[in-house]
């Protein structure tokens, strides 16, 4: 296995437009995490599923952002209408509850809104 | 709602001398506790955590943490630290009822020669 993986790492858009970022995570792990980092911060909580089913979600997210995760195994996370504030390294992490408990994280998305 | 704080946002501290990064937890129930630690321009990755057991936690490079259930808080250290140290340092929480793992803002650990 080789980790979490994210896809893309880069990407720029134009202000308005919609983007849509994949995570695969490490295939036995039934948890999967959304975090955003900005510059200087730490890790902020997005949200996250247990296999298929999305357990919270930040009520700091605004209803342009939204996360699936159709069948239990990768994710996606979009973001529609992108502002300029969206400009941020999106992180996928994951973890197995009864086994690990801490989370591995991918290299992340780097997005940014121009 | 569990929750991180992490009270210095940099700490300068000289090579070969030992360094403390504090970190302060909030949760009504209990809880698993990590650092996590992200050197320049690369990902994540654990350098210990705390899951139950003994209260002093040793992880990579050297690193260990105490839990302080009192005090709530579970303080990094390291004896002698080296300029390969140079990072952001960042603890997390994880409250068992419901896993979600909350992250501090994070400390910038910076290595005077």
């Known amino acids: 296995d080789t980790g979490v993986s994210q896809d893309p790492r880069h990407k720029i858009t134009k202000r308005g437009q919609n983007v849509t970022f994949r995570c695969d995570p490490i295939?036995?792990?039934?948890?999967l995490y959304w975090y955003r980092q900005t510059l200087g911060q730490g890790p902020e909580f997005l949200t996250y599923?247990?296999?298929?089913?999305?357990?919270?979600k930040s009520r700091l997210l605004s209803d342009r952002f939204s996360a699936e995760r159709p069948k239990g195994s990768f994710s996606t996370l979009e973001i529609q209408r992108t502002e300029q504030g969206d400009s941020a390294m999106y992180l996928c992490?994951?973890?197995?509850?009864?086994?690990?408990?801490?989370?591995?994280f991918g290299q992340g998305t780097r997005l940014t809104v121009v | 709602a569990q929750s991180v704080t992490q009270l210095d946002s940099q700490v300068p501290v000289f090579e070969e001398a030992p360094v403390e990064l504090r970190c302060n937890y909030s949760s009504s129930v209990s809880v698993y506790l990590f650092w996590y630690v992200q050197y320049p321009n690369q990902g994540l990755q654990l350098l210990l955590k705390?899951?139950?057991?003994?209260?002093l936690v040793k992880g990579i490079n050297g690193f260990e943490a105490e839990f302080n259930k009192s005090q709530t808080s579970f303080h990094l250290r390291k004896p002698s630290v080296h300029i390969s140290d140079t990072a952001e340092y960042f603890c997390?929480?994880?409250?068992?009822?419901?896993?979600?793992?909350?992250f501090g803002k994070g400390t910038r650990l910076h290595i005077l020669p």
């Open positions: 992490a994951s973890s197995s509850r009864t086994v690990n408990t801490e989370a591995f």
């Open positions: 705390y899951l139950s057991g003994s209260t």
């Open positions: 599923f247990q296999n298929e089913a999305q357990l919270e």
């Open positions: 295939s036995e792990h039934n948890r």
């Open positions: 997390a929480v994880s409250d068992l009822r419901d896993d979600k793992i909350i």
